[in-house]
């Protein structure tokens, strides 16, 4: 079955780091373009960043070079580093896989997605 | 930035036809997908590229892109159609991507 499963969230204080793991299964991360999607609790869906297959990575400019997006290959994980971490990063975070249509190559609609996990940034 | 602007919400009687706008700037240029997410749910994949539907998406789903406004359409609304509605894309002027605001359908 094809499925990605994050973790790494929880409390952390402001200033703090945090690192999510995302695992998949019946699929090559390191093969497939991934990407870090975060909602605020009653709010949107907010794009975060991407690492392509070939491993050139994208960053929302709201970020200012807090995170970095990279992946192990041998544990076929995805990770988001996140450091400096203020009140507007507590979110749900989701990883997701960008869709790839037989024929068509990859489209940049996000067709597996994660659980998510909660982080909390509060004192 | 590229802002791509909403309805916050939508309501639609049982069987009748749901439409949800997504506004942006000459957006007909660009690729738009669509995700349904249920109360504390993962987003689901209803529509990409505009209109097409990924497989066990039931064809009451259809999505259509023009001008300056790219819409879904859910047509013979069912109660389990009720959930929050969000409109996607590329944009490639600054290799980024963007969520709309969000549409919550009602089901009367």
């Known amino acids: 079955e094809v499925q990605l499963v994050e973790s790494g969230g929880g409390l952390v204080q402001p200033g703090g780091s945090l690192r999510l793991s995302c695992a998949a299964s019946?699929?090559?991360?390191?093969?497939?373009?991934m990407n870090w999607v975060r909602q605020t609790p009653g709010k949107g869906l907010e794009w975060v960043s991407s690492?392509?297959?070939?491993?050139?990575?994208y960053f929302a400019d709201s970020l200012k070079g807090r995170f970095t997006i990279f992946r192990d290959n041998s544990k076929n994980t995805l990770y988001l580093q996140m450091n400096s971490l203020g009140a507007e990063d507590t979110a749900v975070y989701y990883c997701?896989?960008?869709?790839?249509?037989?024929?068509?190559?990859?489209?940049?609609?996000?067709?597996?997605w994660g659980h998510g996990t909660m982080v909390t940034v509060s004192s | 930035s590229y802002v791509l602007t909403q309805p916050p919400s939508v309501s639609v009687a049982p069987g009748q036809t749901a439409r949800i706008t997504c506004g942006g700037n000459?957006?007909?240029?660009?690729?738009v997908h669509w995700y349904q997410q249920k109360p504390g749910q993962a987003p689901v994949l209803v529509v990409y590229?505009?209109?097409d539907r990924p497989s066990g998406i039931p064809e009451r789903f259809s999505g259509s892109n023009s001008g300056n406004t790219a819409t879904l359409t859910i047509s013979r609304v069912e109660a389990g159609d009720e959930a929050d509605y969000y409109c996607?894309?590329?944009?490639?002027?600054?290799?980024?991507?963007?969520f709309g605001t969000g549409t919550k359908v009602t089901v009367l």
């Open positions: 997701a896989r960008r869709f790839y249509s037989e024929g068509r190559g990859y489209r940049h609609a996000f067709d597996i």
């Open positions: 019946g699929f090559t991360v390191s093969s497939n373009h």
């Open positions: 690492i392509y297959s070939g491993g050139n990575t």
């Open positions: 000459n957006i007909e240029t660009k690729s």
């Open positions: 590229d505009d209109s």
């Open positions: 996607h894309l590329w944009y490639s002027s600054s290799d980024r991507y963007v």
